[in-house]
Every structure is written in structure tokens, then in C-alpha cells.
């Protein structure tokens, strides 16, 4: 069991530009969740997947956000025309849908925008 | 809305026991603990299932009162290690996201 791996761990990028985030989740695991986090808070929902179907999008998800996981496999996280606000670690978490429910979750990505 | 939790902050010796609450204003499904380290992912610690139901690690116990809407997360004999910002995260029903607590920091001392 490899657990949830996430790629990269660390970007920083400059205000206006594209970013793409990857998620490997544990190999069983078909239900897919990002979260994201700013210092001091708790992990914020932004999405979930049940392998490819993404079943639902947080508020926080603006028209720059989107998320894909073509193959049910690993899913990807993209912010187009990244805005300093965007600044925060962005968590990626799975689980299983075969009775147990526990989400683990990954590294993370920190995004640094400047 | 998000959960609440007491206390907010927390310092204890080692060896010392502590109690975290989680509080919500909604009917729950499940509630998970994790805990997180600075710069750090969080870390799965228990789930706990309405209707009583509950896995997590053996050194780890808690509560969930279904009707009070609640969960105590119960830390016995702290060690150092235990350290860090404890969160639960609640759900509604079973598969769906989790809503995190307001957090309570935790520091054991020796």
C-alpha cells in the first residue's frame, strides 16, 4: 500500500499564470477528494470523484478551477489566471467505497502565488 | 456549517490525558479525527459511524453521541509525539465530504 501521493509538492508561480496539480490516489480507492487549506484552517472541500464521475463541486471552485480524472485513476487540479488569493496548500484525499469510509490523504501541493 | 471544537488550544506534560470535543449543528453520519503537524498533511486517527461503529488506531479512543450531534476524542498517557493541530472532519452521509472542525492545538512538553 503506497498511499496517496501528490505531484508537486511545492510550486510557486507568478499571478495570471496556469497551474496543474496531480493526485495518485491509493490503488483500491475509487472515490477521489480535494480539499484545500490555508494556514491556520482547517482543509476546505473543493470537489470529489467516484472513479471518473466528478459527483460534486464546492462553491469555492470558481469558473479558474477545474478537475479531471479521465480513467477513474489519477486526477489532475488546473487553476487558470491564478490570483495571489489562490495561495494555499491543496490537499488531495481518497477512500474506499467497500464499507469503509476513512479519507487518507496525501502530501499536498503548496502553491505559492506571486 | 463548520463543526466546533474545545478547547482551542491545549498544553499538557507528558504522560498528562486530554479530551477534544467536536460540536456540530447538523445531523451526522460520521465523524473523523485526524492530526496534523506543521506543514504537514493530516493524519487518519479513528472514524466513528452513526449506529456506533468505529476503526482507528489502538492507542486512540473517542466517542460520538448521535443525538447531542458530538464526538470526544480522548488522548491517554500523551507522548510528545501527539504534539500537533487536531481537526475532526464530520459528513452527513457516507461517502460524501467532510466538513472540518475549527481545529484545538496541541502541545505536550517532557
Not at chain 1, 62 to 74: I, L, M
Not at chain 2, 12 to 19: N, P, Y
Request: hydrophobic content about 30%; aromatic content about 10%; charged content about 20%.
Amino acid at each position: 500500500d503506497t498511499g496517496v501521493s501528490q505531484d508537486p509538492r511545492h510550486k510557486i508561480t507568478k499571478r495570471g499564470q496556469n497551474v496543474t496539480f496531480r493526485c495518485d490516489p491509493i490503488s483500491e480507492h475509487n472515490r477521489l477528494y480535494w480539499y484545500r487549506q490555508t494556514l491556520g484552517q482547517g482543509p476546505e472541500f473543493l470537489t470529489y470523484f467516484q472513479n471518473e464521475a466528478q459527483l460534486e463541486k464546492s462553491r469555492l471552485l470558481s469558473d479558474r478551477f477545474s478537475a479531471e480524472r479521465p480513467k477513474g485513476s489519477f486526477s489532475t487540479l488546473e487553476i487558470q489566471r491564478t490570483e495571489q488569493g489562490d495561495s494555499a496548500m491543496y490537499l488531495c484525499a481518497s477512500s474506499s467505497t467497500g464499507g469503509s469510509y476513512e479519507q487518507y490523504f496525501g502530501p499536498g501541493t503548496r502553491l505559492t502565488v506571486t | 456549517q463548520q463543526p466546533v471544537q474545545s478547547p482551542q488550544a491545549v498544553i499538557l506534560r507528558e504522560g498528562e490525558d486530554a479530551v477534544i470535543n467536536c460540536s456540530s449543528s447538523k445531523a451526522l453520519y460520521s465523524v473523523h479525527w485526524y492530526r496534523q503537524k506543521h506543514g504537514e498533511a493530516p493524519v487518519f486517527l479513528m472514524i466513528l459511524l452513526k449506529g456506533g461503529e468505529q476503526k482507528g488506531h489502538e492507542k486512540i479512543s473517542a466517542s460520538f453521541n448521535e443525538k447531542k450531534q458530538q464526538s470526544s476524542l480522548y488522548l491517554t498517557a500523551s507522548q510528545l509525539s501527539y504534539s500537533g493541530t487536531y481537526f475532526c472532519g464530520t459528513a452527513d452521509t457516507g461517502f460524501q465530504k467532510l466538513v472540518f472542525g475549527t481545529g484545538t492545538r496541541l502541545l505536550v512538553s517532557p
